[in-house]
Structures are given as structure tokens and as C-alpha cells.
């Protein structure tokens, strides 16, 4: 005969076993919820600004662009990403989102004509320079019919297509970025010392994949655990060589 305590304890062992079980179960069928995006043929307008945490001057550039996080616009007319540069970091202050990789990208859009210098704050909409960002309340649509960028996610794995209106004899390349929300940094050096940096859209990661029928499959970009707790997803294309956005998409991640 089973002692009536050990089977009260082995009834609840399985219970919180059970219970595990049915919660790891839930959080893998989460993670492998299909999530679709679509542009439409309506161009969407990518804004990009180039930023760092170690520059003086970006604080009002990055709340200025936080403040599209409100805006009913959001994904369907414009999708905004930051992308921090590094080279800034050697004056006292390493920014923990910058890369040299997003550093290349604007130098690129100076090689390739779309920027005539380097610089933080750097705004870009369209894939051009943008000086007059602190004077506009809002991104200016674009009225133009390019086609549509339609993206899929479940789990780790993105599909997209890319159909534009003319059918250009092109190849494509697709753009994919985790972006990172609700970040927050206490700089304690370099030019911002003292100041909490509250920060929206930042690029974590980006990759891109080139396509000659303007069809890709793709594995999202890693993240660091820390920054992954509200994520966003943003996908455009540009032409092969030419890194001016041609149609733009994305949604929420995570919240």
C-alpha cells in the first residue's frame, strides 16, 4: 500500500510538472505565431536617422522620431529605424547600439550622392537627405505606386515578395532590421554624461539577402536577450548596388 503523504507529494509533483509543461508549450506555440505584413502599392516611406549616444546634438533627433511611435501612420505610411553610428565612440562614451556596419551605410548614401556629408543628427527619408525634419510635424507622404512587399514571420522565418508595379528587369535586395523599444541609457560619459537617454525604432540587428525574381526566404536576426523585450520588425528593398529604399514595411514584434 502507497504511503498516503508520498502519493499527496507525487500527485503534486505532477501537477507542477503538468503545469510547466502546458507553459513552455504555450510560450513555443507564441513564438511560432505567423505575423504578416504587406505595404500595398502605395509607397511606404522608410525615415532613417543616423544617431549616436555619444553625440550632444541627437537627444532632440531621437525624440523627435520616438514621437512616431504614436502616430496613426505608423507601418502603413512610413517605418522609421535608427540606426546608431559608431564614431563617435573614441570622444568618451561607447554607444551600445552603434556599429561600424551602420556607420558604412551612411557613408554609403554620401558615396552613392543621396547625402552630401557625414554627420549626427543624419535624417533620411526616402533614401535622401532630410534637413527640415525638426520643422515638419509629420513624415509628408509620398503619393507614389511602386508595388507590394508582402512579409510573413513564423518563429525565426521570414518569406517575403517583392511585386512592382513596372516589372524591372532588376535584381533586389531585401532588407531586414529588429528594431529595439522602451531603451533606456544612463551615459556616464563623452557628451551626454549625466543624461537617461530614452530611445525608440533603434536598429539591434539587420541583414540583407539579394533575390533575381524578387522572392526570399530568410531567418530573423539574432538579438541579445536584454534588448528583446519589445521588438518591432522593418523590411524594405532597394536595387541591387543602389541602397535608396524602393518600398518599406513592418509591424510589432513583440509589445
Known amino acids: 500500500m502507497v504511503n498516503p503523504a508520498i502519493k499527496r507529494r507525487y500527485i503534486q509533483s505532477f501537477s507542477i510538472l503538468s503545469l510547466l509543461l502546458s507553459a513552455m508549450l504555450t510560450l513555443a506555440d507564441s513564438h511560432a505565431i505567423e505575423k504578416h ?4 502599392n502605395n509607397k511606404v516611406l522608410l525615415v532613417e536617422l543616423f544617431t549616436s549616444e555619444g553625440c550632444s546634438s541627437c537627444p532632440p533627433a531621437e525624440k523627435w522620431m520616438n514621437s512616431l511611435k504614436d502616430d496613426p501612420r505608423l507601418w ?12 563617435w565612440d573614441y570622444i568618451g562614451w561607447k554607444d ?3 556599429t561600424s556596419d551602420n556607420s558604412i551605410r551612411q557613408r554609403k548614401y554620401k558615396q552613392q550622392g543621396n547625402l552630401r556629408t557625414v554627420y549626427t543628427p543624419g535624417m533620411m527619408l526616402d533614401g535622401k537627405e532630410w ?25 525565426d522565418d521570414i518569406s517575403a515578395t517583392f511585386q512592382p508595379v513596372a516589372d524591372l528587369p ?10 529595439g523599444f522602451q ?33 526570399w526566404k530568410i531567418k530573423l536576426p539574432n538579438v541579445k536577450k536584454e534588448y528583446a523585450q519589445h521588438t518591432g520588425l522593418a523590411v524594405w528593398v532597394n536595387k541591387k548596388g543602389l541602397q535608396t529604399p524602393v518600398q518599406a514595411t513592418g509591424g510589432w514584434l513583440s509589445e
Open 37 to 40: 505584413f504587406s505595404s500595398g
Open 76 to 87: 502603413n505610411q512610413f517605418v522609421p529605424v535608427a540606426f546608431h553610428v559608431d564614431y
Open 96 to 98: 551600445p547600439y552603434a
Open 131 to 155: 534637413r527640415s525634419w525638426h520643422y515638419k510635424r509629420h513624415v509628408p507622404p509620398s503619393g507614389e505606386s511602386v508595388g507590394n512587399l508582402d512579409v510573413t514571420v513564423k518563429g
Open 170 to 179: 532588376t535584381d533586389w535586395e531585401l532588407n531586414v532590421a529588429i528594431l
Open 183 to 215: 531603451l533606456r541609457s544612463n551615459v556616464s560619459a563623452g557628451e551626454n554624461s549625466g543624461r537617461r537617454l530614452n530611445q525608440e525604432f533603434v536598429v539591434l540587428a539587420h541583414k540583407t539577402m539579394t533575390s533575381s525574381n524578387g522572392k
